[in-house]
């Protein structure tokens, strides 16, 4: 587990980009935290590396999915949970689905509403604001 402090948006955005450029291809990154915490302002953090323009990361919130294509051929997926809260079920096969589609990344906002059907290999990203920073934790689950 590794522990970071930023103190502003383009802080936490640069963060992001350095955690994702050392994940390989195919993992999945779970974010967690309150409504303002950051999760969606760390996902756009991740457009550098997933070559996109920092204005085509959305919050799927009332989509549930964003599909991001890349220069080279590949997808990414950016997964909002929100409204998925007490349908965990569901929500595991949305993700099992989208796996199958051998992406680059899945990133999921919300992730605490996968329950107990967390995918097994995973980045767990926790971010909380705390006295005007965020606060946020980093750990690999193999």
Not at 50 to 68: D, M
Not at 76 to 99: G, N, P, V
Not at 119 to 130: A, G, S, V, Y
């Amino acid at each position: 587990m590794t522990r970071y402090t930023t103190k502003n948006p383009a802080e936490t955005k640069k963060l992001a980009s350095k955690i994702l450029a050392v994940l390989p291809k195919g993992s999945i990154i779970c974010l967690y935290g309150q409504l303002g915490a950051g999760k969606t302002t760390f996902t756009k953090g991740l457009a550098e590396v997933l070559e996109l323009r920092e204005e085509a990361i959305k919050s799927p919130t009332f989509s549930y999915i964003r599909e991001y294509h890349h220069n080279d051929g590949g997808v990414s997926f950016h997964c909002d949970l929100y409204r998925l809260e007490k349908h965990t079920d569901a929500a595991h096969e949305m993700i099992s689905e989208l796996h199958t589609r051998d992406p680059h990344y899945i990133i999921i906002e919300w992730a605490e509403h996968l329950g107990p059907n967390k995918p097994k290999i995973r980045t767990d990203i926790h971010l909380k604001r705390k006295n005007g920073t965020h606060e946020i934790t980093v750990t690999h689950i193999k």
